[in-house]
C-alpha cells in the first residue's frame, strides 16, 4: 500500500485533526498485502480487497485504533476477519445480536475459519463447551454480546488468551444521537481500562460526524485511523411512484423480480398483515413480520426466508438487523419511511451481494402527514422535550424532500450524506432514467381542485372534496347543496385515487394547504390564487407503468448467465443448506452461482480459477456443483445460448 494520495471514495483521518494520516497506518511489511490475499483467497475466495477494506485490515494488523464507517454491504466483516488470521491470534468481536452472531459463526466456519460464540440462546452446558473450545484458543474470533463481555467469567477468559484486539461491530449503538442507542454498549467504554495494551476498532454502517466522534469519546479510542466509506450504492436503482393503489403497485413491483428475495416496508403492524394476504392470494410467497408477534413466530419467519421458503417479508421497521441474506433484490417501501437514515438502511438491505437491485418507494404525502400525527402523539405521550418532535419533524420533511424533489437519488442521498457526487447521470434512479411521467394537463386539472376548495368555502377535507369533484351525490354532498355547485363532477372521468393523489401533490407543492388537528380542511394560500388566475404552472405526475424489462445494470450482472442452470444450483444450494441446517447464503452467494452458471466449469480445477468459493467450499461441495453443471450440459447438447466461456 503505497497511497499517498487520498483514496477515491473516502476520508482518512485522524480524529480532531481533520489531517490525513496514511502513513501512519501503513503496515509493517512483516505482514504484507500478499499475505492478506492469501488468506482471502483461500478462505473467501476473492482476488482482491476494496479500497477501504485494506486500511482497516492494516490498522487491525498494526493494532492501531479505528472507526471505520462503511455502507451496508460495503465489506466490513472481512475487516476484522481477515487480521486474527493472518498474525495467527484471538481477537474478540462484540456484537448487539444473537440472530446475527450465529449467522456469521456458520457462515465462517462454512470457509473453514475457526470461530465461536458465547450468547444467552446457548444452554449452559453449551456454553461451558464453547468456553472451554475457546480456552484451547484454536479461534480466530470470538463473538459477544456486550453485556456478557465485561463479565468477570469472560474478562478472565479473555485475559488468558490474551486477547489484544477488540471489534465493535454496529458501534453506533453506544450514541444516543445515533438512531439505535443501546445502554449496555455504554460499559464497553472499560474495555481500555482492563485491557490498556488492547487496540479497539468500531465499525458501523451510519454514523453523521456527530455520532462519529461519540465513538470515538465513548470508546476512548487513542489517535484512531478513521476510515469513512463513500455511502453510495452504484448498485442499488432508486425509485419514487406516486402512490395511487398501494396494493397493485407493490405487486408490479415484486412482478419485476419473481422468485427473487424483496422486502416490504409498511407503517403499521396491520398494513403489513393485509399487504402479506394479498401477495399470497396473488401467488407471491410472502409472509408478514412486525414487532406485536410472538418471538417464535418472528424466528420462523426470519428462517423461512433465509432458507428461501418464501421470497417477500412484509415488515415494519422492526425488521432489520439480524437479516442477513445478501441475495434481496428489491426493497419496498409502502410508505414513506420517517427518515432519510431509516431509508438507507432500510433500502441498504438490498443488493449486499453487489448485484443490481431495485428499491421502490411509494410516495403519499397522505403518509408525510400520518408520521407528523404519530411523531406529534408519540412525543407528547412520552412527555418528551419538544425538541424531540421538532427533530423528528425536520427528518421526516428531509426525506419528504427527498422524495419530492426532481434531483438524482444518488446525489440527493449523497448529498445528505456529507458527499458529493460525482456523475451528472447514475443511470440508477427514476429520474436520471427519464421514468417520470408529468401529466399534460396539470394547470387545468389543479385549477379544477382548487376552485372546488375555494366553492365549499375552504370547510371540507380531501374525502369530500373529492367527492364532489368526481360528482358523488352521497348524503353530506347533499345536505351542503354541493351538488348544485359548477364544480360537481367536473373531475368525473378522474379515477378516485388518482385524484387523492393529485391533491395530495398539490399539497406538496404548497400550492394547497391542508390544516393539522384531528379533522384536517383543505385551504387555499397565495400561491393557489396564482395558479386559479394562470400565473403559476402546477407539475403533477403520473406513476408511469414501467416494463418488466430489466434495466442495464441488471442486464450486466445477468450478462452471460445461463438461467436455467442458475436455478439449478439454486436448487442445490438450498438443499446444501438444508442439510447443513445454515442458510442458503452461507452455502454461497448469489454472485457466486451466476459466475458458475455463466462460466460453467466442469472440473474441480476449472472451479477453483472463479472467483468467490473458497477452499473449504471447494472441498466440501465443489463435487456436487461441478457435477450439476455437467448433468446440465449434457440435458442440453448445445451449449447456452448467451454462454460467455472461454474456448
Ligand atoms: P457489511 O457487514 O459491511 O454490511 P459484509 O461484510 O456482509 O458487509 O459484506 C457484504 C458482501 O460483500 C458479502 O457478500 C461479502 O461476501 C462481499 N465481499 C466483502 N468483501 C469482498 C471482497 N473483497 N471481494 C468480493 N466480495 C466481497
Ligand atoms: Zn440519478
Redesign the pocket.
Known sequence: MSGQNKPHGCVLEADGTNQWHESAIMSDGAKGSDEILAT?RRF?G?????PL?EQAIHAGLDRRDSLVV??????????Y?VPPAVAKRTDIVISPLIALMKDQVDALRACGYPAAALHSAMDPAEIRAAEHEIAVGNHHLIFVAPERMLTPRFLELAERLRVSTFAI?EAHCISHWGHDFRPEYRQLAELKTRFPKASVHA?T?TATERVRTDIVEQLRLENPAVLVGSFDRPNLLYRVIPKVRVDEQVRAALERHRGEAAIVYCISRKDTESMARYLASCGIRAAHYHAGMEAEERRRTQDRFAAEEIDVVVATVAFGMGI?R?DIRCVIHAAIPKTIEHYQQET?RAG???LAAECVLLYSAGDVLRWKDLIERSAAQANAPPEVAENGRRMLEEIRRFATVARCRHAALSAYFGESYPKPNCGACDLCLDEEEGVGDATVIAQKVLSCVARVEQRFGVEHVVDVLTGVGNERVRRWRHHELSTFGLLQEMPRKNLTSVIYQLIDAEVLERTPGDRPVLKLNAASWEVMRGQRQVKLLEPKKLKAARTAMEEDTWRGVDAELFEKLRALRRELAVARRVAA?VIL?D?ALRELARRQPVSLAELRKL??IGEKKIADFGKRLVEQIASHQANKPAPAQNSEKPG
Open positions: 482471502v473467501w476473492f482476488d482482491s480487497l476494496r477494506q462503511m455502507p451496508t454491504g460495503g465489506g466490513k466483516s472481512l475487516c476477519q461491530d465499525y454502517a442477513d445478501s441498504g449486499r451481494d453487489g447464503f452467494h454472485s472467483r468467490g
